[in-house]
C-alpha cells in the first residue's frame, strides 16, 4: 500500500522550488516530477525581480535527448543550443512580477532520472550577480521500486535512507563537470583601456576610448563619470553597443562585446569651463564578464594625447604674407613714380593679392540653403587659414571644396553637403580612416542655420545610423 501511495505521488505532484536571492529576488519553478517518453511537458518560471531592473539573463542546462521551444519570454530573446536554454533582457520586464514559459519535448528513447540546473544573472547596483536556480528532478518512465515485500517498517526505512543517496551524487556531480573544469582551464585575460581626449573648440571635446579585450565575449560595458562642467555627450563611434548618457554618466553597453582588437569607441562632450586635461583624467572603467564574474580594468590616460586644434590654425601665418607681400611690391613702384600715368602699375599689383586672398574665404562661403543639410566637420579654430595649402601641408588632406563659416566665435572648416545622415557618417567614416584631422564629426543645419544631429534626424524623419 505505502509503495502505491509513493509511486501515485510521483506521477501526480509537480515539483515547486523557490528561492530567495540577496536583493530580495525570488524565483518559482515548477516542472512535473514524472514523464514518459516522448511527452511534451511545461517549465514555468515565476520572477519576483523587486527593484532589479535592466539587463538579466537565464540559462538552464537541459539533459541530452530534450529540446526546448520557447512559448512566454517576456520581451527576451529565446535560443536553445547544445542543450541549454537562454533567455536574455536588454531591460527587465517593468512589473515585479513576472512568468516565463517554454515547453520541453523529451526523446522518445529518453529513460531514468534527469536533472535541469541553472543559473539567473542580473545587473544591481551596476553590479553583475549571478545564483544557481532551483534544481528540477524528472523521471523518466517508471521508476524502478524493490521488487521483494519487506515489513512497513523495511519499506520506511528504504524510502529515508535510499532516496538522499540517489539525489545527492547527481547534484554533487552537476557542480564537478560544470563549474570547476571551467575555472581550472581557462587563464583570466589581460585587459587594458586607456582614453584620449581632443579639443575640438567651441567649448568641444572628443574623447576617444581604446579597449584592448584579448578575447574576451559576452556583455560587457564601458562607463565614464563626466565632470560636473560637461552638458551634453554625443556618440562618435559605438562598435553596435548601446550608448547612453544619464546623470553625468556615458555608457558604452554590448549583449555581446565585439570581437575588434582593440575596440576603438569615442564619443564628444560638449560644457562650461572644461579643459582637456580635467576630461583625460576622469574616472571611468571597462567591465566584462569571465567565469560568470565581473571585471573591471581601469580606463586611464594614454600618454600619446592630441594637441588642441587651436594652437594648430594659430600659429599659421599665411593670410598674413599676401599683404606684406603687397606692400613691399607696392611701395617701389609708388617712389620711382614721376608721371601720372606709372601709377597704373600700383591699380594693377595691388588688386593681385586680393585677388588671391579674397577668393579662398569667397568660395568657401556655401550658397544659401534651403532645407536639412549635412557636413562634416574638420576642424576649427580662431584664426583664418589659408584653407587648401594650410590642409595639404598639415595633414595631406587635399579633398574639397574646403567651406568655413563662423560660429560662436569660432571659424569653422567642412566639407561636402549631403541630404541624408548616412551619407554624411559614411564621408565621415572615410576621411577618418584616410587622415589625421582632429575631428571629423557631422555637423547640420536647417536653412543655413547650425542646429544639431538630433534635431535634424526629427525634422527629416531619418534614422541614427551607428
Known sequence: MLKGLILFSNLILALIVNVIFGEGVQVTQNSPSQVNP????IVELIINKTDVSGFAKIVQELPKGFTAEAIETQGASFTFNDNKVKLIWMALPTGNEFIIKYKITVGPDVEGKKTITGKFAYLYNNERKTIDLPVSEIMVGEEELVEETPTETEEETIVEETTPTILEPVMAEAVETTL????EQIPLPIVSAER?????????????????????DGFAKAQEQLPSGATMANDIETKNSIFSYVDQQAKFVWMSVPKDDPIYISYTVTGNNLTAAELRNMDGNFAYLFNEETMKVKIIASEEQPQSIEPLVETVPEPIEPESVAKIEAEPIAETATEPIETEPIVEVTPEPIEETIPEPTTSIPEPQTGVLYKVQICAGHDPVNTDPYFKSAFSFSEGPIMLENHEGWIKYTIGGFDTYKTARERRSVVTAGYELPGPFVSAYNDGTRITVQEALMITNQQWIQ
Open 38 to 41: 516522448g511527452d511534451e511537458f
Open 180 to 183: 570547476e573544469p571551467v575555472v
Open 196 to 216: 584620449k581626449v581632443t579639443d575640438m573648440g567651441d567649448g568641444t571635446f572628443k574623447v576617444e576610448i581604446n579597449i584592448n579585450q584579448n578575447g574576451i
